[in-house]
């Protein structure tokens, strides 16, 4: 135990970590010359930590914002308008009404379909993306590992990642959460309630659809006003999950594991899309294996008076499901053994992490967090008198030690 206190001390130590953390504590938007500014500075703390030009990839790519802005606010205004004129029909019962009410409901379906579809793949610049979006630049930055003990070809990867851009927004995560909730839950009752009433005529049900309709409106004119800025310092979100990534590439730059590689990704563009990380795996899904690829994405650690510091989002949607029980069971394996805690906690919804491209892909991923940073996520508070140092040094040493154990498992796992 001794030893392992003394590896910790070394590599983990709190002034270190938010040394990083109060050094990228600025505005970083994609596409602004904060994040231009913040990529260079990524490329400098690994050489300092020890990595030569040749150990450090910097690769650029090409994006549009179409995904992430525009297209959020078309879905939002169709679904008002859609909302609007269901709103309208529920005040009459005729057979022109029904037919109406069927031709939007399949109209509406056959949009969204194609709308998520084009989402599944937004790092595609397609003629849409292209011509109503804006093109932005990024770049992702990151070190590779290599196995020690056999040839990297043929070795597992674990990758640790998080990203490097920051935005504001008209309001924070947790309300935008909550704003999704409601729209998703109000969607599904209204559809019963509007179903219902184009086959009867019970005044009850109408004045549920109405109600339900226009809870739906409300949340539409409210998600079309999240507008996207660069005034958040972006300390939490996420200066706390980049610390971890540098200081856990120091620790294995030393300390290489027998059986994986190891890959260190500080990834860009992730609040416009997730596009660094969709990038990342678009280039490199060739050389990754579904079962012995593991992500331990870091994302708004270190708020303050918490109970919970570290935790993981173990489930997710509706109905719950488990994101990855195998990391899920080798992060509560590994906090045991450190002697730390790490919560598991479900969100219906409202995530979109960089962890998306490789739940994609099939891969194990999964979110490590401190959930209540939501609060201050994406607004002009996000700053570093709200940090826990604490909290990013007990998240380096959980992942670190479920790496160890996943390298210890290799062959079981494989």
């Not at 590992?145 to 070795?155: L, R, T, W």
């Not at 409300?218 to 660069?230: C, H, K, P, R």
């Not at 660094?276 to 994302?299: A, P, T």
Request: a neutral charge; proline letters at 2%.
């Amino acid at each position: 135990m001794r030893d392992k206190q003394l590896i910790a001390d070394k590599y983990f130590d709190e002034d270190i970590l938010f040394k990083h953390i109060k050094h990228f504590s600025y505005p970083r938007l994609s596409g602004t010359e904060g994040e231009k500014q913040a990529i260079k500075e990524v490329a400098e703390t690994f050489k300092e930590i020890g990595f030569n030009d040749d150990e450090i990839t910097t690769e650029s790519f090409i994006f549009s914002d179409f995904y992430s802005t525009t297209l959020i606010k078309f879905i939002m205004m169709l679904s008002l308008f859609n909302m609007f004129l269901f709103f309208i029909f529920t005040y009459f019962h005729t057979i022109l009404n029904t037919v109406l009410d069927l031709v939007l409901i399949s109209i509406s379906g056959i949009l969204v379909y194609f709308l998520l579809k084009g989402l599944k793949h937004p790092e595609e610049t397609a003629f849409v993306a292209k011509y109503f979006g804006t093109l932005i630049e990024s770049k992702n930055v990151f070190t590779k590992v290599p196995a020690k003990k056999i040839n990297p070809n043929k070795a597992g990867n674990i990758i640790f990642s998080a990203h490097i851009d920051s935005k504001s927004q008209a309001y924070s995560t947790t309300i935008r959460v909550l704003v999704y909730k409601i729209w998703l839950y109000a969607g599904f009752f209204a559809a019963i309630f509007i179903l219902i009433d184009i086959i009867t005529d019970i005044e009850w049900i109408k004045i549920a659809a109405r109600i339900a309709t226009l809870v739906i409106m409300i949340d539409n004119i409210v998600l079309m006003l999240l507008t996207t800025g660069n005034k958040s310092l972006g300390a939490l979100d996420n200066a706390c999950g980049m610390t971890c990534v540098f200081e856990i590439a120091r620790y294995f730059r030393e300390h290489p594991l027998n059986n994986f590689n190891i890959w260190c990704c500080q990834f860009g563009a992730e609040e416009l899309g997730t596009m660094g990380s969709r990038n990342f795996c678009k280039i490199y899904e060739d050389q990754f294996v579904v079962g012995k690829i593991f992500q331990f994405n870091f994302e708004m650690l270190g708020i303050k008076g918490v109970k919970h510091k570290v935790q993981m989002m173990e489930t997710y949607g509706i109905p719950k499901k488990n994101i990855s029980p195998t990391l899920t069971k080798y992060l509560k394996q590994a906090a045991k053994k450190v002697g730390l805690y790490i919560e598991g906690f479900h969100l219906a919804t409202g995530a979109h992490t960089d962890t998306v491209p490789f739940h994609q892909r099939n891969y194990d991923s999964i979110d490590v967090m401190t959930r209540e940073s939501a609060r201050y996520a994406h607004t002009e508070n996000d700053t570093i008198d709200k940090v826990d140092k604490s909290i990013s040094r007990e998240a380096c040493l959980i992942t670190v030690q479920a790496a160890l154990l996943l390298d210890k498992n290799f062959k079981k796992l494989s």
